[in-house]
Nanobody, 127 residues
Framework: QLQLVESGGALVQPGESLRLSCTVS????????IGWFRQAPGKEREGVVC????????FYVDSNEGRFSISRDVVKNTLYLQLSDLKPEDTATYYC????????????????????WGKGALVTVSS
């Protein structure tokens, strides 16, 4: 079973930056796509950015690439999401998700294709 644990959520002011981490542990299971998703209060979960576990190629949903950046430390089995110039509309619980499906874009655009989820990290942007 794959285990994902997010950390780094916080209350920040508009314009500030934050880095989220997702530590991945797998006993006997590989995955093909991993990424960040978010769910704002009263809204559906949506993809933010995902990468291929094989080659690290990233797919950003909509205009997230300008302010958000995904990276990973293969040695530490950790995925990161750098959030910059945060806005109140970025307030959400951010989830790390991994999928057994190979297509990065499809997984990122369709959260129901994610097989494993972390419990989430709350990011609140407010003055």
């Amino acid at each position: 079973q794959l285990q994902l644990v997010e950390s780094g959520g916080a209350l920040v002011q508009p314009g500030e930056s934050l880095r989220l981490s997702c530590t991945v542990s797998a006993v006997t299971l590989d995955y093909y796509v991993i990424g960040w998703f978010r769910q704002a209060p009263g809204k559906e979960r949506e993809g933010v950015v995902c990468i291929s576990a094989d080659d690290g190629k990233a797919f950003y949903v909509d205009s997230n690439e300008g302010r958000f950046s995904i990276s990973r430390d293969v040695v530490k089995n950790t995925l990161y999401l750098q959030l910059s110039d945060l806005k109140p509309e970025d307030t959400a619980t951010y989830y790390c998700g991994a999928s057994l499906i190979r297509n990065v874009q499809n997984v990122c655009l369709t959260p129901r294709l994610v097989n494993f989820w972390g419990k989430g990290a709350l990011v609140t942007v407010s003055s």
